[in-house]
């Protein structure tokens, strides 16, 4: 039996807000649960728990409403590097202050 999954409070404050914007994507577009539901091809409760921001459902479950509501391009951008300054700011730092040309090695019969 797997252990229950505890995320800290800020994951789910983000799951909770994640979830009302998905709840508020789908009223916008006046979609039915059930039909969002099966273009996710998952149910109608499973989705109730995705619009409450739930902790123990798949990404999987999240990436497949969000297809369904013509949102998934916004899920491919959260971890791109483009986005990610403190990455790009210790990749930086971890660059060489000084390159060197390596010159090939000697042989016998260089002289």
Not at 33 to 42: K, L, Y
Not at 87 to 96: C, K, M, N, R, V
């Amino acid at each position: 039996m797997p252990t229950p999954h505890n995320p800290p409070a800020t994951v789910r404050r983000a799951l909770r807000k994640l979830g009302a914007d998905i709840h508020d994507a789908r009223r916008r577009r006046r979609l039915p649960m059930a039909v969002v539901a099966e273009r996710a091809f998952t149910s109608r409760s499973t989705l109730q728990r995705v619009e409450a921001g739930d902790t123990n459902v798949s990404i999987g479950i999240y990436a497949g409403v969000l297809q369904a509501l013509g949102l998934l391009d916004g899920l491919s951008q959260i971890a791109d590097i483009a986005n990610d300054t403190v990455g790009q700011t210790l990749a930086s730092a971890d660059l060489p202050r000084h390159t060197h040309l390596r010159r090939p090695a000697r042989t016998s019969r260089d002289g």
